[in-house]
């Protein structure tokens, strides 16, 4: 879609696709396209509709208008073929929480229809994987967050899928968790499972992903890879100033943007956008503008969102 | 996948979750109606028999109120599993959610709920039956035909109380289903005294009772009285389940797929 063409082995494909709830619009008629054996992200802020798509995707919400294909099926009426192709991490785990780990492996493979020496061995290999062979035959109630979320990562790869889908998948875990977590998503994109993505954490998106949309009230505002949009949006470089008092900030706002070829301006900093970091701390000193900090850093998503949604004071 | 098959897949986490927490679940669908047929079959039917007689209780008290017992206990096992179980499997833990993204069909979930909850009350009236038979309260060779009643009773229940349950947001209104449904129709469907007993306005009312059809199945059947009427009550609870079953099956599919 980037360079306008349909791409005829696109995995999912979606045409004005919206989703509306009586008088709310969750999707408000998106295009996209997620290719084979790319990580394909949805980037926005809570309630952007990034759910909702995902759910549309994973045949368990029905459309309201537009056009969407699932490995090259229709969601309305081959729901169940597509559904045994994928595999869905929600949101919220939704374990079943009074069986073992191990149970909810096989459980859970059987509503594939799979058989149960096949579940036995795949299970095993899930294990190892979600790094959960010792509590193999624990509850999974008193599980850790982190191995709560490993587990419904890796029971969602039960039935060997060729499409998954991870809504905010490592939201409410702590660093070394997410770390872990994204460590398990490259060993599956390095196995050449397609990976849609949903997430609120612009780094997130920024590692994992080959490709996203950036999502904001239900519509599409821009899409490319982290690399493009950035590139697209926002300069390579970022000076954040912070003031002692706002009232410093407000009188420093017009010399300050003198400096830089673009400014934001957020409740408690400038936002400076540059191609040279150097030289607009030098203009900055020559103007005589005295920030409390003065912080130097690379353009990254963040700053495609603030400057796409414009959420801020206009550009 | 066929539609049977999907059934049966949900049937197998049902029963495979049974078998993990039986001793809960063996507490109200065993021992706890074991308890009343000792208290009211034994203590009370003392009583009972040497009563005046004015009662129409043509048997002994304990005969007559065992089947009384295996009808309603497959209620009250069912009724808090039907409306608490569903809210959990749709909202608390969610694992409803789980089996819809699975090639499971929000059909699939609810039979597989409605069939684990006859299977698991046929085996409760097996036990239950095998305790009151030792006791000396199932005289007829009919009585394996009670299991049948405590099977369409159980499948009644969850099919209504989940159809009821996965409409609602929370749990709010449960503990009223319970104190002013389930616990009255328990009480005034024929299961401790004949509804004849009951004042004549109130009479009709029991017809409406799925558990007086029910236990009427079951004391025609351990008492020896199978007839026509048998038939009619079991087929009252048929009935009652192929009408309730499409509303449920409605119901999960605007609750898990929205």
Known sequence: MADGTPDPDALVRARGLSKRFDDFVAVDGIDFEVRQGEVFGFLGPNGAGKTSTMRMISCVSPSTGGELSVLHLDPDTDGPAIRSRIGVVPQEDNLDTELSVWDNFIVYGRYFGLPRTVLRERAQELLEFARLTDRRDDRVDPLSGGMKRRLTIARALINDPDLVLLDEPTTGLDPQARHLLWDRLYGLKRRGVTLIITTHYMDEAEQLCDRLVVMDQGRIVDEGSPRQLIDRHVTPEVVELRFADPADQEAALGTAGEAAERIEVLADRLLLYTRDAQATHHALAVRGVEPLTELTRRASLEDVFLALTGRTLEE | ?258
């Open chain 2, 1 to 258: 996948m066929g539609m049977t098959q999907s059934v049966w897949r949900a049937l197998e986490r049902e029963l495979l979750v049974f078998v993990r927490t039986w001793r809960g679940s063996a507490f109200t669908a065993i021992v706890q109606p074991v308890l009343f047929l000792l208290a009211m079959g034994i203590g009370l039917g003392d009583l009972v028999d040497q009563g005046a007689g004015t009662a129409r209780v043509q048997v002994d008290y304990l005969q007559f109120v065992a089947p009384g017992l295996l009808a309603a206990s497959a209620l009250l096992a069912v009724a808090g599993e039907a409306l608490w179980g569903v809210m959990g499997g749709v909202k608390w833990m969610g694992q409803f959610k789980g089996m819809v993204a699975t090639p499971m069909t929000p059909g699939d979930v609810y039979g597989g709920l409605v069939l684990s909850a006859g299977v698991r009350a046929g085996a409760a009236a097996v036990a239950f039956l095998a305790v009151a038979a030792l006791l000396g309260g199932v005289p007829s060779l009919w009585a394996p035909l009670a299991i049948v009643a405590a099977v369409l009773l159980a499948i009644v229940t969850m099919a209504g109380l989940a159809a009821y349950a996965v409409r609602k947001e929370d749990d709010s209104t449960f503990p009223l289903i319970m104190r002013l449904g389930v616990i009255p129709m328990f009480l005034f469907s024929g299961t401790f005294f004949p509804v004849e007993q009951l004042p004549d306005l109130v009479q009709p009312i029991a017809v409406l009772s799925p558990l007086w059809h029910g236990v009427e199945v079951a004391r025609d059947a351990t008492t020896g009285a199978v007839d026509a009427w048998t038939v009619v009550h079991a087929g009252v609870l048929a009935a009652l389940a192929a009408a309730v079953v499409p509303l449920g099956v409605r119901g999960f599919e605007r609750r898990l797929t929205p």
